[in-house]
């Protein structure tokens, strides 16, 4: 049976495994920071509203053939349904206008540089426990990413001596260095 001689190893064992660790830990934080945000940016983690109805929101025509955007059109996942439209005294013909994405467009040169007044119903998608779990890691990770930096120079910094002592190691075995003996 051969005797195994680990002289001179100093550990390597031990922190070949930190080394691992630390690189599988910033592979898991990579793939879940990415699938996070790729989650955040869909419509299945939030939760559609129940109707929500707008009387007499009055926005200026811009010019004959202009638009405007009604108030609640920044609203994540926005849908619009817009019932009435007058200019304070005639009821707009559905003809009279066109309504894409919450945005109301003069269709016709007709009543432009007037004030619209809109009857409009909405819904949108708001945050729920499971997006703001998503978000609150997310936040986390972002946060604790700022110290793998750190534990990767401290790792370089272990290894350039662990590597040094090594050397000196070999070296003395190979009798290419005195030894240290006392008198």
């Known amino acids: 049976m051969m005797k195994r001689n680990k002289k001179g190893v100093a550990g390597l064992n031990i922190f070949l495994t930190v080394i691992a660790?630390?690189?599988?830990?910033?592979?898991?934080?990579?793939?879940f920071a990415l699938a996070s945000s790729q989650l955040l940016e869909t419509d299945n983690v939030f939760t559609r509203t129940s109707a929500f109805t707008v009387t007499d929101e009055g926005n200026l025509m811009n010019g004959t053939l202009g638009y405007f955007d009604l108030s609640n059109s920044t609203r994540?996942?926005?849908?619009?349904?817009?019932?009435?439209i007058n200019n304070g005294t005639v009821t707009?013909?559905?003809g009279n206008y066109s309504v894409s994405n919450c945005r109301v467009?003069?269709?016709?040169?007709?009543?432009?540089?007037?004030?619209?007044?809109t009857n409009y119903t909405y819904t949108y998608?708001?945050?729920n426990s499971a997006s703001?779990?998503?978000?609150?890691?997310?936040?986390s990770i972002a946060g604790a990413v700022d110290w793998f930096p750190?534990?990767?120079?401290?790792?370089?910094?272990v290894v350039?001596?662990?590597?040094i002592v090594l050397i000196i190691v070999s070296l003395r075995g190979a009798g290419m260095m005195g030894g240290t003996g006392g008198a």
């Open 21 to 31: 660790l630390l690189f599988v830990t910033g592979i898991i934080i990579m793939a």
């Open 76 to 84: 994540n996942g926005v849908q619009c349904s817009v019932l009435a």
């Open 92 to 94: 707009l013909l559905s």
């Open 105 to 117: 467009s003069n269709a016709t040169a007709q009543f432009g540089g007037q004030t619209w007044f």
């Open 125 to 127: 998608l708001e945050r």
């Open 132 to 139: 703001d779990v998503i978000n609150d890691t997310n936040t």
């Open 150 to 157: 750190i534990f990767i120079t401290i790792a370089a910094i």
């Open 160 to 163: 350039l001596v662990l590597l």
